[in-house]
T-cell receptor, first 112, second 114 residues
Framework: DAGITQSPRHKVTETGTPVTLRCHQT?????MYWYRQDPGHGLRLIHY???????DKGEVSDGYSVSRSKTEDFLLTLESATSSQTSVYFC???????????FGDGTRLSIL | DAKTTQPNSMESNEEEPVHLPCNHS???????IHWYRQLPSQGPEYVIH???SNVNNRMASLAIAEDRKSSTLILHRATLRDAAVYYC???????????????FGQGTILTVHP
C-alpha cells in the first residue's frame, strides 16, 4: 500500500544484539512513523519523522532510535535488543496532514 | 489526549448491516474522528473520517452524533472480508503539533458469519 516496503519481514535474533528495521517508501510522503503491536493490543507509536533529519519520540521510545537521512527511508534501531521488544513492527507514511496514514505489512521480530 | 471507548467484540452475519459504536465523550472541537481497520496479519488500513457531518465512501458510512460524543461506523452489507479489528481514533486533521500522529486503542474485533 502506498509503495511501502518493510525489511526484513521476519527476524529472529538474540538478546543483546543490535537490530535495524528498514521502512522504504516510493511515494515521497513527508511524514513517517514506527509503531509496535503486541498480542491483544492496538498499535503504539515508537518514533515519528516530519521530514528529513527531523524526528521525535512517541509513546514507547525507550530502547529505540531512528534515523531519516533521505525522504524514502526511515530506519528503526534497537541498540541492544531485549526480549520485551519482541513484537510486530509497522511502518506508516503520511503525505500531508489531513490525509490518512498508509501502513506497511509489518516486520515480525522475535528476540530470544 | 481524548480517548475512545469501543466494545471489545461484535458479531454479524454476511450480507447484513453492521453498526460499530464508538464513544468519545471528551472529544474537543477540533478533533476529527478516524476509523481504521486491521485485517489478520496485515497493517491497518484507513476506512473513513469525519468532523461533524455524516460521511459516506465506498467502504462505509460514518454517523456522528449531534453532540459529537459518539459515532457509529456502518458497514452496509458485511462480507467475510470485513472481518477485522476496527479502530476508532481521535486526531487533529491538519495543523497543530500533532504531526498526524494516531493513538490506537484496542479496537473492536468484528466476526462475520457466513
Amino acid at each position: 500500500d502506498a509503495g511501502i516496503t518493510q525489511s526484513p519481514r521476519h527476524k529472529v535474533t538474540e538478546t543483546g544484539t543490535p537490530v535495524t528495521l528498514r521502512c522504504h517508501q516510493t511515494e515521497n510522503h513527508r511524514y513517517m512513523y514506527w509503531y509496535r503491536q503486541d498480542p491483544g493490543h492496538g498499535l503504539r507509536l515508537i518514533h515519528y519523522s516530519y521530514g528529513v533529519k527531523d524526528t521525535d519520540k512517541g509513546e514507547v521510545s525507550d530502547g529505540y532510535s531512528v534515523s531519516r537521512s533521505k525522504t524514502e527511508d526511515f530506519l528503526l534501531t534497537l541498540e541492544s535488543a531485549t526480549s520485551s521488544q519482541t513484537s510486530v513492527y509497522f511502518c506508516a507514511t503520511l503525505e500531508r496532514l489531513g490525509l490518512p496514514q498508509h501502513f506497511g505489512d509489518g516486520t515480525r521480530l522475535s528476540i530470544l | 489526549d481524548a480517548k475512545t471507548t469501543q466494545p471489545n467484540s461484535m458479531e454479524s452475519n454476511e450480507e447484513e448491516p453492521v453498526h460499530l459504536p464508538c464513544n468519545h465523550s471528551t472529544i474537543s472541537g477540533t478533533d476529527y474522528i478516524h476509523w481504521y481497520r486491521q485485517l489478520p496479519s496485515q497493517g491497518p488500513e484507513y476506512v473513513i473520517h469525519g468532523l461533524t457531518s455524516n460521511v459516506n465512501n465506498r467502504m462505509a458510512s460514518l454517523a456522528i452524533a449531534e453532540d459529537r460524543k459518539s459515532s457509529t461506523l456502518i458497514l452496509h452489507r458485511a462480507t467475510l472480508r470485513d472481518a477485522a479489528v476496527y479502530y476508532c481514533i481521535l486526531g487533529a486533521n491538519a495543523g497543530g503539533t500533532s504531526y498526524g500522529k494516531l493513538t490506537f486503542g484496542q479496537g473492536t474485533i468484528l466476526t462475520v458469519h457466513p
